[in-house]
């Protein structure tokens, strides 16, 4: 066994040894090779730098002296050329040793990756694109064009290429394409259809309301290369004249000439509204642009302008009122046919005249400068001239003139209405006449009813005395019935003496309310109190504080006097009571005057105001009392009514302005 396994031991051992063995010559034979392989890689450098060095010398005179930048790399990418363009492009010298994958940008190194393999592979590369950082870190796009340099082998050495900085150009680029881009967003959103045909008639461009606009189930991008010489035929029973809708494109593309605003009728009751323009560059035809509009609303608010200034050209043409307008010269730009009959002129002969000269009198110059003046500032208002019409009489005119605008707000004019006021003007200075004869008439009347009532008194006066003395002379002789008679002759003439001054103060009123003082209604039924013989079965209250107001204080005091008196007299009840309160309302005091007494009936109402009106005999009215009452309220723009049953009492009420 341990002979055996000696055996086994030296087996291994020697198997140990031959592997050892062979594994020194495989090193050995792998170290020949290596050698040889270094020895061969040194002599292709050599070689590889003598072709770069044998190629840039003869493209020396070329590349050398290119605008754009020239490049050539190794195999590793490691660069071991490039002209001074290249230098002034990557920022780098040929002794900075720089690689070109080094400067490629982080986000596009697996895309060189791929070009590198295009270019080994098929031996060049064009059209390359590549985002690179350059030594100011600074990032450019630039363009590459390279090809493979082999050696005599045809075995590949080294690249070289052509790169080009269209960091600018890019740029440029795509700008004009977000200007197309937003171009064609704005067509396709467009209100109008717009369809661009080039020279042969085929569809550069359409939107979606072209599409709308015609039925055409296709969209615009569908659309686009399509010839329209036969789409015209399919489209044209979508209008009312089929063969006019043909006719005119065929007309308008033939003529080549811009059209604006062609109406076209469609079977639906739309119009559209159609724009043909013809597109050259360089004198050379490139095609045309038609554009649609739905122009239905817009005819029919041009046919209602239309109705509209019809019907006030025929208002203008044939109202009552002149009419002019003028410039900021005064020169007249238009008159109607009223202001023609109201001058007498006619429509020649004021266009371009001046208005205040022609048709004014010049006394009216100074209004007529500051009217104008007012215009200019945009101000309107009415005033009155002396005109002369053609015949050369005058005229009077009420003239209401406003400013007129142009479209910019800026004012180019005036417009004036004129009203012929002569007859009325005439009439004034009638009603100034007849007012001076009835304020002289007045005067007259009042003096003449003072002088009246002194003469009235006088026999009164006289009588009176005369009963007097026949009662003194014969009172032992007088019998009763006699001198019952006396009395009822003084109670005649006391009651003709203040029939008498009722009718002095009733005559006194006037119609003269301008005398204004502030009297306080309170103190003028305490000084009524006072003056009034107020029987002790008839008491007078005022339910509160009443208001003071602008007035005369007689005309007032004379008011509630002879209101209250009139209640007093009339008063059958036992106790009586006279209730006095007011309103205020908006514009006027409402006052009530209350009673108790025998009432009025409704028939008398409206006759007791009237004068010398009374409803009973009583010896202490005259009939003129609520005649006064009623001729100061009228004076002070006021009104007075009643409100009464028989037997239970009477309310007047009355209302005074603040």
Not at 622 to 647: F, T
Request: net charge negative; aromatic share 6%; hydrophobic share 35%.
């Amino acid at each position: 066994m341990d002979e055996d396994k000696i055996n086994i031991y030296k087996r291994a051992l020697d198997r140990e040894k031959a592997a050892r063995k062979q594994a020194e010559r495989i090193l050995e034979d792998k170290s020949r090779e290596l050698y040889s392989k270094s020895q061969e890689l040194k002599v292709t450098n050599e070689k590889l730098e003598g072709l770069v060095r044998e190629a840039t010398s003869e493209l020396k005179g070329v590349f050398e002296n290119i605008v754009d930048a020239y490049v050539v790399m190794n195999l590793k990418a490691d660069v071991i050329k490039m002209n001074e363009a290249a230098e002034n492009l990557l920022g780098y010298t040929i002794a900075d040793r720089l690689n070109l994958a080094s400067i490629v940008h982080p986000e596009e190194r697996e895309k060189v990756k791929e070009g590198f393999k295009t270019l080994f592979s098929k031996g060049a590369i064009t059209d390359f694109q590549v985002n690179i950082i350059i030594a100011n870190k600074e990032t450019r796009l630039v363009h590459i064009n390279a090809i493979v340099i082999y050696d005599r082998n045809n075995l590949p050495i080294a690249a070289q290429g052509i790169v080009r900085d269209i960091t600018s150009e890019k740029a440029a680029e795509q700008q004009l394409i977000d200007s197309q881009n937003r171009l064609s967003t704005l067509i396709l959103n467009l209100e109008s259809g717009i369809l661009l045909e080039d020279e042969n008639r085929d569809i550069v461009i359409t939107n979606k309301r072209f599409c709308d606009f015609f039925n055409i189930p296709f969209s615009p991008e569908q659309l686009i290369g399509q010839n329209c010489e036969h789409a015209a035929e399919q489209s044209k029973g979508l209008f009312q004249d089929p063969d006019e809708f043909v006719n005119r494109i065929n007309e308008l593309t033939s003529q080549k000439v811009q059209v604006l605003s062609d109406e076209l009728i469609m079977n639906d009751g739309r119009i559209l509204e159609r724009d043909f323009i013809p597109i050259y560059e360089h004198g050379d035809y490139k095609g045309h642009l038609w554009t649609y509009r739905d122009g239905t609303l817009k005819r029919k608010y041009r046919e209602s302008i239309e109705a509209e200034r019809q019907k006030y050209s025929n208002i203008i043409a044939n109202m009552k009122l002149g009419l002019i307008e003028v410039n900021n010269d005064d020169k007249i730009l238009m008159v109607n046919q009223s202001l023609e009959e109201m001058s007498g002129y006619s429509e020649a002969e004021l266009i371009g005249k001046k208005g205040a000269e022609v048709l004014l009198l010049e006394e009216n110059s100074d209004i007529i400068e500051i009217e104008n003046k007012d215009r200019l500032k945009g101000k309107s208002n009415s005033y009155e001239v002396k005109a002369k019409n053609k015949k050369g009489e005058v005229r009077y005119w009420l003239i209401s003139g406003a400013p007129n605008y142009n479209i910019n707000g800026q004012v180019t004019g005036s417009i004036g209405v004129h009203l012929d006021i002569t007859e009325l003007k005439n009439l004034e200075f009638q009603k100034e006449l007849l007012l001076e004869k009835l304020e002289k008439s007045n005067d007259e009347l009042q003096e003449y009813a003072h002088v009246v009532s002194h003469d009235l008194k006088s026999p009164l006066r006289s009588i009176n005395a005369l009963v007097n003395w026949i009662r003194e002379d014969n009172d032992k002789t007088l019998n009763k019935d006699t001198l019952s008679n006396l009395d009822l002759i003084d109670e005649t003439l006391e009651k003709m003496e203040q029939l008498i001054s009722n009718i002095l103060k009733y005559s006194s009123l006037g119609s003269d309310s301008s005398i204004s003082e502030n009297v306080d209604t309170n103190q003028v039924i305490e000084d009524i109190k006072t003056l009034l013989h107020i029987p002790e079965h008839i008491s007078i209250k005022v339910e509160q504080t009443l208001p003071i107001i602008k007035a005369d204080k007689v005309k007032i005091q004379q008011l509630f006097q002879n209101l209250i008196s009139n209640a007093i007299r009339y008063c059958d009840k036992n106790p009586g009571l006279i209730v006095i309160d007011f309103e205020e309302l908006k514009d006027h005091y409402q006052f009530s005057i209350k009673d108790n007494g025998i009432g009025i009936a409704q028939e008398y109402h409206n006759k007791i105001f009237k004068i010398f009106q009374s409803l009973n005999d009583h010896k202490d009215s005259s009939g003129i009392g609520l005649s006064i009452v009623k001729k100061v309220i009228d004076l002070y723009k006021g009104e007075i009514w009643l409100e009464s049953e028989v037997g239970q009492g009477t309310t007047f009420f009355f209302t005074l302005k603040k």
